[in-house]
């Protein structure tokens, strides 16, 4: 029975969708001021919609906590035997129920947008409802003919066959649904933006209803990818935190794009200026979400990342790309040339600097697509290539570099048009910690060429990030500001952890006897014993390091080898000591002929602070949503109050005696 | 000087530059729909290819059969070095084949895994025995020193005792020619 819900309430959302595209549609033919009596449909058919599709994901929650084996998705990818919480996150972590997932979080987006969202004209948020019903439905469609994730098996399986013991990893449980609510709330934005194309309404108030959304789903991206990031780093045991493989790519590319969408989309709020690049950059952010799930799902590309794939799917997937980011781009070229420009302004202001830098963002983004897809366009000829760091890092850094230095900069702009020699004091000590830096960490060794600029630009960027606050009253700052100076002060903190990582990294690879000794930096470490271990599902080679910090107490650090059984896999779990300057990571190797084994142990200075800066992005991403809800919340009841208090006037007026004449 | 402002947009040439993004959409939609209709090859070519043999030298699986080592490849003509086991139903299935190749005049030598002498003399003795040799891997030691990770795989070896091709699965009729082709390219 709980499967059969699931299925109504999803043909139900569906046939909702086609009502809210027809309604929406109706919005648009509204001519005068007259809102057209069809269209009041849309926004109780994208409410009642969020309320069927996420009740079709709770019954599928449902059926996989009690396992009901009578379903064929549960059956493939769950065992009555797991913990509890593992049979929850097995919901989504298959392809199915990671679709339904998508689907439910695209429909609430939806709901909440109809529901909540009053300051848009009639006609464009009919519009934009027109669009978000129409990518709803598409996804519907692919679920329900395609995917779908509540077929029952014509005999119930006995038990389940479980669920890929790597999978079984709470960070990796969360991590696809908070990018995934990240790339659905750019599936909002490109409503919207399309929404406002349609009807001509590209202004400030459509950029302040944009905002929110732009900038929730940017906070979501960020979190995911510094999770993935971490993820990767300890899990894949290579020591390595960015692998620029097509998976980790597919999450980079929407990330840039929201970079850029957010800040032009802020200029658009503040200023009415960058109309036609903001409405490009929400559909190229939602195009590279797209995109993104296309990649991974459809096994185009080889990546370390293995997913199921399936041809098909791949198929099913291209074709609502073609639809959706082809019909986009067609009505863009249509019509974004009557879209006035907007606001003029001067190159040196901050809208200057913000488009200097959307450019340069969009640069990064089309290098890090073009040797993405590039694999893709060679093997059209047979020629098999991987495109790895040696093309990724330089190219991308052309961009980056004066990026980051325009970024330390913009920030202490005027809008419109400013002369930099008022700023004369600020521009000298940003080029004097850059130059200062790089000349005296230079002067104590060799170090590569990007990790001596990141560590300028790091300290450059993580003092400049503080510097809008300099002349202001603290207590009096801008909830919004503060978000915009923390999360630039985590771009320092994290760029300052790449270069330390790229430049200061030690690295031993040795072959330890058991008891021997070896020595990395200020630690040494001890190979205590070499053990066979068992876990419920693998059996392993457990190395015991006794790490003793400058003779210090030892510390017991136990990599493993690891060999799962079902399926057969071998992976290398590293073994991580943190400190606050940096991390020990230790992995075991093979066991040489002499019976020593291979021991491979990094120091990383400073290598945590990547991932600090990437919380404190988010958190600045956070404090920015909550100073514009604070501000927007007060506008209204302001105006509230002075519709209360005019109909108040209105009433006394009425009630007092004429005074005579 | 007045400042330096940003020119509008307007006439032709930027309308046509709205359709650019449309223009590099419909050339990615094309390389993936047609990448996505290609059958994908996933075939990897073995690091072994060009690898000498490693030195090695195995017992006699069966009696009455010489035991395999490096020395019977090495010399006159290229030789099929097939990695088997009684146990295993595909090699039942390749057995003609091998047969076949028999007939061609070529020495196939065998390498039996995990396997007990007088299943291979049963095994031989039902499906026909196209070996000049077979040796016996009881660890697999052999068969992971040339990069072989099932059963059946069968390699060609030239006269050097270089691994020219390896073949991973059973032999089936078409692939006769194929292997023959491969052993004369081994000249």
Redesign the interface.
Known sequence: MIPEIGLAALWLAAALAVLQIASGAFALRAAGGEVNPLAIYARPAAIVQAFLAVLAFLMLLWAFAITDLSIKLVASNSHSMKPMLYKLTGTWGNHEGSMLLWVGVLALSGGMLAAFERRLPERTMGATLAVQGFVALGFYAFLLLSSNPFERLPVPAAEGTGLNPLLQDVGLAIHPPTLYAGYVGLSVAFSLAMGALLTREVNPSFARVMRPWVLGAWVLLTLGITAGSYWAYYELGWGGWWFWDPVENASLMPWLAATALMHSVSVLAARDALR?WTI?LG??AF?MSMLGT?LVR???LTSVHAFAVD?ER??FI?AL??LY??GA??I??LR??AVS?GK?????SREGAL?FNNVMLSAILAIVLLGT?YP??T??FDVRVSVGPPYFNPASAIFAVPMFLVMAVGPLLRWK?DKPARLQFELALIAALFIGVIAVVSFFGQFPLLPLLGLGLAAALGVAAFLPLRGRAISRVPVATWGMVIAHFGVAVSLFGMACEGAFSQERLAAVAPGGTEQIGDFSFTLESVTPVAGPNWTAIEARLAISEDGGEPVILTPQARNFWSPPQATSESALLTRWDGQLYAVIGNQAEDGRWQIRVWWKPFVTFIWYGGLLIGLGGILAIAGRVKVDVRRRRAVAMGTVRRSDLEALDAASPVPAE | MPPLRFRRNSGMRSRLFLWLPLALFAFFAGVAGYMLTQDKDEFVESTMIGEPLPEFALEPAVAGLPGASKAHFVGGKPRLLNIWASWCLPCIAEAPQLEALQAEGVEIIGIAIRDRPEDVSNFLGRYGNPYAAIGSDKISEVQLAIGSSGVPETFVIDANGVIRYQHIGDIRQADVPMLLGELDNAR
Request: proline content about 3%; charged content about 10%.
């Open positions: 036609t490009m559909v190229l195009s296309f459809s096994g185009v041809p791949g198929a291209l790309l073609g980011i082809g781009f067609t863009f070229a974004a040339g420009e003029r302004f001067a190159v040196s488009v897809l893709l366009l093997e059209m048009s």
